[in-house]
């Protein structure tokens, strides 16, 4: 994935566009090796697949200030991931193309956008890591 691909509109996308779940693992490990594929289930029992990044910030500011700059990101693209930050300072960043419920290449453009902003890591973590 290149800095400068955009999104394709996501009212464009359809089904077809959903990377399948036997491709997916090679593809994130060949392009965004900071990220996992994961597989999620809803109440209806039905999965989809989902790419996730985890890392741990330095404190509670450094979560929030990484936030911010990669929600600026997706607001840019129109294609926004889903954040969740807990114990004050882990952070998760989750993607999928929900319009039609699984991993596109929306979700890698603007993945390997967002892996371009360093957050300021645990010490530990990164250490733990072998980012450090």
């Not at 400068?4 to 693992?25: F, G, Q, V, W, Y």
């Not at 989902?50 to 890392?55: D, G, L, P, Y």
């Not at 807990?86 to 952070?91: A, K, N």
């Not at 371009?116 to 890591?121: A, G, H, N, V, Y």
Request: charged share 25%.
């Amino acid at each position: 994935m290149s800095n400068d691909e955009t999104c394709i509109p996501c009212e464009s996308l359809d089904k077809k566009h959903i990377i399948p779940a036997s491709e997916l693992p090679s593809k994130v490990a060949d392009t965004l090796p900071l990220w996992t594929v994961v597989v999620k289930t809803t109440p209806e029992s039905s999965s989809f697949s989902v790419i996730r990044r985890s890392f741990t910030c330095k404190n509670f500011q450094a979560a929030m200030d990484f936030i911010q700059q990669a929600g600026e990101v997706c607001e840019t693209e129109s294609h926004h991931a889903d954040f969740h930050l807990t114990s004050y300072r882990d952070v998760a960043l989750e993607f999928y193309t929900h319009s039609v419920g699984g991993v596109t290449v929306n979700d890698l453009t603007v993945a390997a956008k967002l892996d371009k902003i360093k957050p300021q890591l645990s010490p530990k973590w990164a250490r733990e890591n072998g980012l450090a």
